[in-house]
């Protein structure tokens, strides 16, 4: 079966470390997403993207957070310097068209 | 994003009871998704609504998606044990950017 590929599953890193996180999206989907997930603020989507191109990324704390998609087959949010409070689960999805989203199983960051 | 309101934001039911969920947006829809997660694995979709007035079922789970596109509810029938977990709501905006409401977390007992 298709999926969405999400590395490291489990990353512990301490405060001013950066940080990146990998997806691979299913193949010939034009659309992907990025979200955390915290118990406070629940799923929020930092951006998103359409055939590699940024579409919004008002979600994402510009200073320290930067999307890209190098290729189809690669998106990776980094974070750059860490800080203890973007302790989350950061999860990856990919869509096609106005179908539905498949997610990955997510990166659970820990920032001490 | 609040502009998807979930409610109720938990619900603790006994086994065998039905249960109603609901999702409420401030703008109009263009797609309505209804996910269900264990807190912290991946999401598993349950079902997509696109037309305002449609309803899909699938197993004992029913949505359905109001004539206005502006609410959806989800109906639990005969609750099981299986059924518990966080189950979100998500709505396209237009663009295809897919936000989601807060979450209602329900637990189902013995």
């Known amino acids: 079966d298709a999926r969405v590929t999400q590395t490291p599953r489990d990353k512990v890193t301490e405060m001013g470390q950066e940080v990146t996180m990998r997806c691979q999206p299913i193949?010939?989907?034009?659309?992907v997403f990025w979200y955390r997930q915290t118990m406070m603020q629940g799923l929020e989507l930092l951006a998103y993207f359409r055939n590699r191109a940024p579409l919004d990324d008002s979600g994402m704390p510009k200073d320290r957070f930067s999307a890209e998609m190098p290729d189809a087959t690669l998106a990776t949010l980094k974070i750059q310097p860490s800080e203890p409070r973007d302790s989350a689960v950061y999860f990856c999805?990919?869509?096609?068209?106005?179908?539905?989203?498949?997610f990955g199983q997510g990166t659970r960051l820990t920032v001490v | 994003s609040q502009e998807l309101e979930q409610s109720p934001q938990s619900l603790i039911v006994q086994e065998g009871k039905n249960l109603t969920i609901n999702c409420t947006s401030s703008?109009?829809?263009?797609?309505l998704y209804w996910y269900k997660q264990k807190y912290g694995e991946g999401l598993i979709f349950l079902m997509m609504?696109?037309?305002?007035?449609e309803e899909k079922s699938h197993e004992k789970i029913t949505a359905k998606l109001d004539e206005k596109k502006q609410q959806s509810s989800l109906h639990i029938t005969a609750s099981q044990p299986s059924h518990a977990g966080i189950y979100l709501c998500g709505a396209d905006q237009g663009a295809q950017k897919l936000v989601f409401g807060q979450g209602t977390r329900l637990t189902i007992n013995p």
């Open positions: 193949l010939g989907h034009n659309t």
């Open positions: 999805a990919s869509g096609q068209d106005r179908g539905r989203a498949f």
């Open positions: 703008k109009t829809l263009y797609g």
């Open positions: 609504l696109q037309k305002g007035g």
